[in-house]
């Protein structure tokens, strides 16, 4: 059966500093979300973000069907080892010709690869939910977006967006916050889907984003004040064990689009089955 490669966005240091907080890895979220509806698939994972870290003993690149690339807490332009090692790793991988993957992180560092640009955004952070993004004409047609709703909601966290595009690719959503929330980027030999979006996230991981970074979000005005926030994240817990709690649904805006896995996830899943599976 078909084996892919997750490529880890964060140091192993931050990794190890969030799972002292009960917060799971980019790498691990993503594995998760790909077995949850392939379980016949094998992951493995290389942490390019840290010096001495390779492919498991013996691998390569060609033994992989496809390369995933999910969140991070880097910024793209950065010019430091833990960043220009991942896009080294995603050109190399490109050369492949194989599928490429990615969410957030994965988008950003693709359109650097390509001769694109990534900025801090000017609308701040988007955290959460990302709202009402807009498929485009050409991604209402793309296979990445098959069985998704014109426009939809979907979790999210970034300071940062793809500002320009590399040459030849094609944007395939957007919203009022970011104008590329989903594109196609051709890169080497390969072509990378992303999405800015993390469409690999469940309830529970946006209830441990609202608890570690609620005194900012309280400071950037998301919330009145941290008993605001702790009743939004109260709410948000009791939804992701009851999806069907119609008065959490309707006080936090979060409808079928997020809380049924085969919506949620299906650019994961159109990914592996027009790319991987075939």
Sequence with gaps: MARLLVME???????????RLGVRSSSGIYTEAVKAHFPEITCDIVHAADRGQALQPGAAFTDYAGLIIGGSGLHAYAKQFEVTNQIDLLKSFSETGKP?????????????????????????????????????ARGQQHALYRNKPTVF?????????????P?????????RHSAIQGAVVPLGHSEVWAVQYHPEF??????????????????????????????????????AEQPSDTTRRWRLGIDDDILVPEIRRAEIINWIDSCILI
């Design 202 to 239: 469940d309830l529970q991981h946006l209830s441990k984003i609202f608890d570690l970074y609620s005194k900012d979000m309280v400071e950037q005005g998301f919330f009145m004040n941290q008993s605001d926030a702790g009743a939004y994240k109260a709410d948000l817990d009791v939804l």
């Design 167 to 175: 040459s030849g690719s094609e944007v395939l959503s957007g919203n």
């Design 153 to 165: 909601d979907a979790p999210c966290i970034h300071y940062d967006e793809v500002t320009a595009l």
């Design 9 to 19: 966005g964060n140091t192993l240091a931050r990794q190890a500093e969030a799972a």
């Design 100 to 136: 490429i993957l990615g969410s957030c992180w994965g988008l950003q560092i693709a359109a650097i690869a390509g001769g694109g640009t990534v900025d801090r955004s000017p609308n701040g952070r988007e955290v959460g939910v990302a709202r009402k993004i807009a498929l485009s």
